[in-house]
């Protein structure tokens, strides 16, 4: 089962008031409604999503709408649940403002009516990633413009930042932000859901955490390395030139220090010369000092080249 459908039939099991259920079933019929003469017709690949429009329009119009079950074209293995209301015709399709760009204000003019109404909406034309995929992704795919602007203003107005783009088949609105995926996930009430995509998400950020540390440790280790060996081999260039012994003493400390502990950095270096002689030594002081061998390099070389020409 995807995660788009575990939504959804949570969303199907949840009991709200009669206004609440009008703006449910309003979107939804608004959002889904197959073009078909004397009739109002739907189809929904989610059997509990049939189920919950069935049961919202036997229990608000009193009819009972015909369910058939088909079976997807080109080998496809999914089932499909088209339902068709045959009575009181005209009376929900004045009452669900389905002749209208954008039905009337009082259909979301109160923050539970605006939820019901993107439940409604999310039950016939969302879906959502699962949080364990690569990518945090939240749509709606709406015929016409204006109602994609509708359903895109209420989850602007939760403060939910989503962007309209256009598609052969109509209208995406979709979400990438992740915590505002989870935030749509409570304005709908799917509190399971919540939980389920909360803590992939907290997971999925601390692994990505961890891995960003892990990179920045082995980048600064890459670092450390590379400098030790710059340093080493500076070191190992005067002792061919002029010997260890003809090494200022400070230095001379210092050259057989990094000699012992090649893969440290200058910080650990100098705490470890700190503990192992007894006198202090800053990481600046520390180096201080390998500027000095490196100068001290340059211009033992610089001497041997002016001598041999």
Request: hydrophobic share 35%; net charge positive; aromatic share 10%.
């Amino acid at each position: 089962m995807s995660f788009s459908t575990e939504v959804k039939t949570e969303i199907c099991m949840l009991k709200n008031s009669r206004p609440e259920y009008i703006s449910e079933l309003c979107a939804f019929v608004r959002n889904n409604r197959l073009k078909e003469n004397n009739v109002i017709l739907m189809m929904t690949e989610n059997p509990k999503v049939a189920r919950r429009v069935f049961t919202l329009f036997r229990d608000i119009y009193e009819v009972n709408a015909i369910i058939e079950q088909k079976k997807g074209v080109n080998f496809s293995k999914k089932n499909f649940y088209y339902l068709t209301i045959n009575e009181k015709v005209e009376e929900i399709t004045e009452d669900l403002m389905l002749p209208y760009d954008t039905p009337k204000d009082y259909i979301i003019d109160s923050d539970d009516l605006k939820k019901s109404y993107l439940r409604g909406a999310f039950l016939a034309s969302g879906s959502i990633n699962d949080p364990k995929t690569s990518r945090y992704h939240l749509e709606f795919l709406i015929e016409k413009i204006e109602e994609a602007n509708f359903i895109s203003k209420i989850l602007t107005y939760f403060n939910i930042n989503n962007k309209i783009i256009n598609r052969e088949n109509g209208f995406m609105i979709y979400v990438k932000e992740a915590d505002k995926i989870g935030d749509f996930l409570r304005i709908v009430n799917a509190n399971k859901a919540v939980l389920y995509y909360e803590d992939i998400r907290i997971y999925r950020d601390h692994k990505n955490m961890t891995n960003r540390l892990n990179n920045c440790e082995q980048a600064n280790m890459n670092k450390t390395i590379n400098s030790s060996l710059i340093q080493i081999e500076d070191i190992d260039r005067i002792i061919e030139l002029i010997g260890l012994d003809a090494i200022p003493e400070k230095l001379k400390e210092v050259i057989v220090y990094r000699k012992k502990y090649p893969e440290v950095s200058l910080k650990e270096l100098s705490e470890i010369m700190s503990y192992e002689t007894g006198v202090p030594i800053t990481k600046s002081g520390l180096n201080h000092r390998m500027r000095k061998i490196k100068e001290l390099r340059q211009k033992l070389e610089g001497f041997k080249k002016n001598t041999s020409d």
